[in-house]
């Protein structure tokens, strides 16, 4: 069953006087996109779910993902998990617009989802994960960006912090993906949750805690395996320097996602939650990926019957699941609930922009 709710008003962005304020129409809830997808591969409970166009269609990208047997005609349960790892992958080939998406999995010879990304020998796997940042494909090959995630002693579910962010390449959406390592060092200077190509470069949205807020960074196509190519976006123009990059937006946390709307002539950013509204989804758009970015439309989401939404997280947009991509838009997010290891999975809203 979906949820619809209504947005009579909008708010005004700054911008073009002959663009139409950006407006919501409404928006649609459904349930997760847990399906026989993710049964067949052993995935009990994942976050994340960005996709990315690639080759045939667009490969998915998920966070913790939690593995086992799910029991046939039940939902997912903690009971039956085996193990978890930090990334896992999948493909949806173009054209399948259906919900919740048929997505096939990176799986290995158990048939269970399995990480596309390896450490190397001196990384101890007791302590280091990865994680899943924004990715793009540059036609032959397909590349996509992970932050370095180191255990530590304090309590769940915050006992991590990061240690640097690198980057991956594949020829094939789902095979085993190497991770680079240029002049023998595999940290980058950008950990990107967003890469938008335009023309001969790839722009690299990173939310920074130092500073505080969204950067973007950009880099030519051809130099994306050069870490001291890489520019960062100082409010006048780029330097190779990232000390001198400024902030593009501050109201930005945890991750962003960008798509270019031809239908209004502009980019779309969807933001996760702030720490004083942890129960939305924000819209918001801008003719240029500097910015400025316009004030955001709050959707609220509602709670899961029976449950409490502590936060709403990881909000990705998807065209490849719009049959009227000049209207509707697909938006996954990601919920954290106040119950402990309480597991979830991505759900899925439709957002109806007025014309």
């Known amino acids: 069953m979906k949820l619809c709710w209504i947005f009579p ?43 990315t166009p690639v080759t045939g269609g667009a490969l998915w990208t998920f966070g913790d993902t939690f593995l086992g047997k799910p029991v046939d005609g039940q939902p997912p349960a903690n009971s039956q998990i085996k193990g978890a790892t930090g990334t896992t992958i999948a493909f949806l080939p173009a054209g399948q617009t259906n919900l919740p998406p048929h997505l096939k999995y990176f799986t290995g010879a158990d048939g269970m989802a399995t990480n596309p990304l390896s450490l190397f020998p001196e990384e101890p796997a007791a302590t280091n994960r990865m994680w899943p940042l924004g990715a793009i494909s540059t036609g032959s090959r397909i590349y996509f960006y992970y932050s370095m995630i180191e ?37 980058f200077p950008v950990e990107p949750i967003q890469v938008v190509r335009e023309s001969s470069r790839l722009y690299l949205f990173e939310i920074s805690s130092k500073p ?12 994306i395996e050069k870490p001291s190519a890489y520019e960062f976006y100082t409010g006048r123009d780029w330097s190779t320097n990232r000390s001198q990059v400024t902030v593009i937006l501050r109201e930005a946390y945890g991750q962003v996602s960008v798509v270019w709307s031809a239908a209004r002539h502009r980019y779309l950013m969807a933001t996760s939650s702030d ?71 991505p759900e899925w809203a439709e957002v109806t922009l007025v014309p």
């Not at 129960?279 to 004030?295: D, H």
């Not at 409490?308 to 697909?330: C, M, N, Q, R, V």
């Open 9 to 51: 008003c909008a708010a005004l962005l700054g911008g073009c006087a002959t663009t139409p304020a950006l407006q919501i129409q409404h928006a649609e809830f459904g349930p997760s996109i847990w399906s026989d997808s993710q049964r067949q591969a052993g995935v009990l409970f994942q976050d994340g779910a960005q996709s």
């Open 151 to 187: 255990k530590t002693d304090g309590p769940a579910p915050w006992n991590f912090h990061g240690i640097g962010g690198g980057l991956a390449v594949g020829d094939e959406p789902l095979h085993s993906f190497t991770r680079l390592r240029p002049g023998g060092h595999w940290k």
């Open 212 to 223: 505080k807020g969204l950067i973007l960074a950009r880099v030519k196509v051809d130099d």
């Open 275 to 345: 720490v004083s509204r942890p129960q939305q989804i924000q819209l918001r758009e801008s003719a240029r990926l500097e910015g400025p970015w316009g004030e955001p439309i709050r959707i609220d989401v509602p709670d899961v019957p029976g449950k409490k939404t502590k936060l709403i997280y990881g909000a990705f947009l998807h065209p490849e699941l719009s049959d009227d991509p000049a209207g509707h838009y697909i938006v996954t997010y990601c919920r954290m609930l106040a119950g402990e290891w309480d597991l979830t999975n």
